[in-house]
């Protein structure tokens, strides 16, 4: 049986322990709610570019940008990785690594050649150690995620994806589905899926300036990148999410463990007291 | 009562303006655009400046700073997808190639092939600790 001290301050590094992660449970839960804010915000600007690039690619229908065109053969894949900076969040950055690991296994068995970018430092880290050849990273983003920061890594992508290097890019992340729940995904990013291209009725062409090619250029170049910045702006917020859940079950289960050694505690300190007593009664006998 | 065109600012990280107006100018790689309501329909890029709204029952503009962009223009309806930084090919260039370089400059001691049994076991360790901890707590 330990002793009374010893439990004594177990008890104490473990409420310790619990202030900490109730302290984490409740900064993520005011970062989750921003989180989710500028997620829900980034979401107008993707719909209206795909429509006004629906517009476009239809208006335009014998220029083909590089980025709507699939190819036929697919030699060389690049995925981007989302993942957080910090770790204590669960299961998130495990699981969506673990997603990618796979898919990355499957291009390999196929004689596919691999680029990596790895946005987030637990996912560079984990890439680097793996041995996958990582092209670009961007790492500490901090709680806001920011476009500026993402366009260099992004573009080196996309570049490769123009010359040729390579056919087919994805991204993985993981999305947000609500609080409790987020799940991690792997979609193909380039060429673009999805029917882009709106409703035919249309008999009316837009004025363009300086002309049709390098608008539809610049567009589509923002709607890829939207589409990222979405992807991370999603990531954020499941990672508060799920540091949120993670740090509300480490407090709950501090909160069991110190209940158990109270209990330990007081029946230690019963003993004493018993056995104390019982060394009275028996010397006072004695006498 | 005067026409009106609704005008959506919209940026990458956020909606910046929505709503109805009577005139509106935007600062278009061309020159300066002014546009009211029934335009034919247009799309352009913008160079940095300020977007000057007009909005009914207001007597001064509403000004919106945009760092460039692109504009659509709609008989009823115009759109600004503003960039959130300010972008040139070259600049773009200059973030990529620090980008790849900081890459670079993190792998310069990595073995040539993914070590995928290293990797996964480094995963499988991770997730069988969370759901450890998941099983412990349940018997509580």
């Keep these: 049986m330990p002793s009374g001290k010893e439990v004594r301050n177990k008890i104490k590094s473990v409420e310790n322990t619990r202030k900490i992660t109730k302290a984490m449970e409740m900064v993520a839960a005011s970062k989750m709610r921003k989180a989710q804010d500028r997620m829900r915000a980034a979401r107008p600007y993707g719909e209206k570019i795909r429509r006004v690039a629906g517009h476009l690619s239809h208006a335009l229908s014998e220029y083909h940008h590089p980025f709507l065109a699939s190819r036929e053969k697919v030699k060389n894949v690049g995925l981007i990785c989302v993942t957080s900076d910090k770790g204590l969040c669960g299961g998130l950055n495990s699981n969506i690594l673990r997603l990618a690991l796979q898919h990355m296994k499957e291009w390999e068995g196929e004689g596919k050649g691999l680029h990596v970018t790895a946005i987030g430092n637990k996912g560079f880290g984990f890439m680097q150690r793996a041995g996958a050849r990582v092209v670009s990273s961007v790492i500490g983003l901090g709680d806001r995620p920011q476009l500026e920061k993402l366009i260099g890594a992004v573009k080196v992508q996309l570049d490769a994806y123009i010359n040729g290097d390579i056919d087919v890019l994805y991204i993985g992340y993981t999305r947000f589905i609500n609080t409790m729940r987020q799940e991690p995904v792997v979609e193909q990013l380039l060429p673009l899926t999805g029917d882009l291209v709106g409703e035919s009725t249309n008999k009316w062409d837009y004025i363009y300036e300086p002309d049709a090619k390098s608008v539809i250029d610049d567009l589509l170049l923002r709607y890829v990148e939207a589409l990222i910045y979405q992807a991370v702006a999603e990531n954020m917020a499941s990672e508060q999410s799920a540091r949120m859940v993670a740090m509300k079950s480490a407090s709950d289960n501090a909160k069991n463990v110190i209940g158990e050694l109270k209990l330990v505690y007081n029946k230690a300190r019963q003993a004493a007291i018993t056995k104390e007593l019982s060394e009275i009664v028996g010397g006072a006998a004695a006498v | ?140």
């Design chain 2, 1 to 140: 009562m005067s026409l009106r065109v609704h005008v959506d600012v919209v940026s990458a990280e956020e909606l910046i303006f929505s709503g109805e107006t009577e005139f509106a100018v935007f600062p278009g790689e061309a020159g300066e655009l002014g546009i009211y309501p029934r335009h034919s329909q247009l799309i352009t890029r913008l160079k940095p400046g300020t977007v000057r709204l007009k909005v009914p029952g207001r007597d001064e503009f509403e000004m919106v700073y945009v760092s460039g962009g692109l504009l659509e223009v709609q008989p009823a309806m115009i759109t600004v997808l503003a960039d959130t930084a300010i972008r040139a090919a070259d600049l773009d260039e200059a973030k990529a190639v620090e980008a790849k370089a900081r890459a670079e400059e993190a792998l310069k001691n990595r073995s040539a092939e993914i070590n995928y049994a290293a990797a996964e076991a480094e995963l499988a360790e991770a997730i069988a600790q969370i759901q450890a901890i998941k099983k412990l707590r349940n018997q509580h």
